[in-house]
């Protein structure tokens, strides 16, 4: 399919084309480890063993490239599956990568736990802040690494401005586009060279799937990435792929529903006594909001608070929700609301990624808007 397509057109028609057998217009799902060959290597279609190529697979990953301009998309089993193949792939022991003050614990756990003990080393630095990144880098840094918006302070960084800072150092940026999603924002076309997704979120939509992805445009990478991909073997399996491919078929209407229903999440926000600070980078006065309305098509439906009271009230407000469904994870049609400091961000506790106590985190999903806010109130009390 053309890439001259619309947004919405490639969400639903890139990577699926009609089942040639029966003419089915949804792609099957291949559940099947292995392949009938014509002969040794005789392979039909390149198909030999499911971890190295399913045809489900092959579909999602066609249809991820086209939604963020790239030449060649990945389907992993969750996002940090993804991430850990792209350290890998890019990395050797005694390499050095910036990585942002704020970001996802699980990435954060990735990077302090993990790749720390492969030879990795990382520093932290403010992304929005060029300068601050630049000054981060060393002789031995060979990737930065950037969430715009952030998790969970919905942070936003110049993406084009870090991608000259990262060519002119001669190293790599990668960009974790999974709060904005393709819809929102496409990274490469601003400069990145790597783009990140956890699928589970907005691609999937519908809080059924565990995916991640990743997207570039070099063909000597990708071809790196692809054989990590297979020597690792932290796929996505058909169904999962199936699902996540699915759901994109409506991320455009989806997002557009999110983003309108976090403006009016945010807008109350602000208003209410017992919220000290809100965090969304469609309000004006968000450090990051002339950026963001530069790189991103809406400001998507991610929105954070901070609660007068500190840590117990902000907890409360969270066990009082009743429509905001309390649990981890976002990006899905219903809304969820979580304490990140005790859930999704325990791991950065001491360190400089460390969040705020009185911090809670809103996935605003498509629910009535009304409802939404209704339910808000009576939380905060």
């Not at 991103?296 to 009271?309: D, E, L, Q």
Request: charged share 20%.
């Amino acid at each position: 399919m053309s890439d001259q397509h619309s947004f919405e057109t490639l969400a639903i028609h890139a990577g699926n084309t009609a089942d040639p057998l029966t003419g089915a217009v949804v792609p099957p799902i291949y559940q099947v480890s292995t392949y009938k060959q014509d002969g040794v290597g005789g392979l039909r279609g390149g198909y030999e063993y499911s971890r190295s190529a399913n045809p489900t697979r092959t579909a999602l990953e066609e249809n991820l490239a086209a939604l963020e301009g790239g030449r060649r998309g990945l389907a992993f089993a969750s996002g940090l599956a993804a991430e850990d193949c792209l350290l890998r792939a890019l990395l050797t022991p005694g390499d050095h990568v910036v990585i942002p003050n704020d970001a996802y614990g699980g990435t954060f756990r990735l990077f302090a736990k993990v790749a720390s003990r492969w030879g990795v080393e990382f520093s932290v630095a403010d992304t929005s802040d060029v300068s601050a990144v630049r000054a981060a880098l060393t002789p031995r840094t060979k990737a930065i690494w950037v969430e715009t918006p952030s998790n969970p302070l919905l942070g936003i960084t110049d993406i084009a401005a870090v991608a000259g800072v990262a060519r002119q150092a001669g190293v790599r940026l990668v960009v974790d586009n999974t709060f904005a999603s393709p819809y929102l924002q496409q990274p490469l076309s601003l400069g990145a060279d790597v783009v990140v997704h956890s699928t589970t979120k907005y691609m999937g939509g519908h809080s059924d799937v565990v995916g991640g992805a990743l997207v570039v445009s070099d063909p000597e990478l990708a071809e790196e990435l692809a054989y990590h991909q297979n020597a690792m073997g932290a796929v996505a399996g058909p169904f999962d792929a199936w699902l996540v491919l699915r759901g994109i078929k409506t991320l455009a209407v989806r997002m557009d529903r999110h983003d309108e229903n976090a403006t009016k999440v945010a807008d109350l926000l602000t208003r209410h006594p017992k919220v000290t600070q809100v965090l969304y980078p469609g309000l004006p006065e968000h450090p990051g909001h002339e950026v963001a309305a530069k790189q991103m098509k809406a400001f998507g439906g991610m929105v954070s608070f901070r609660v007068a009271g500190g840590e117990e009230a902000a907890v409360e407000v969270c066990n009082r929700a009743k429509l905001f469904t309390l649990g981890e994870s976002l990006g899905g049609v219903e809304s969820l609301i979580e304490h990140p400091g005790r859930m999704t961000h325990a791991s950065t506790a001491g360190s400089l990624l460390e969040v705020p106590a009185d911090l809670v985190r809103l996935s605003v999903g498509i629910e009535n808007a009304d409802d939404l806010l209704a339910d808000l109130t009576q939380a905060l009390g």
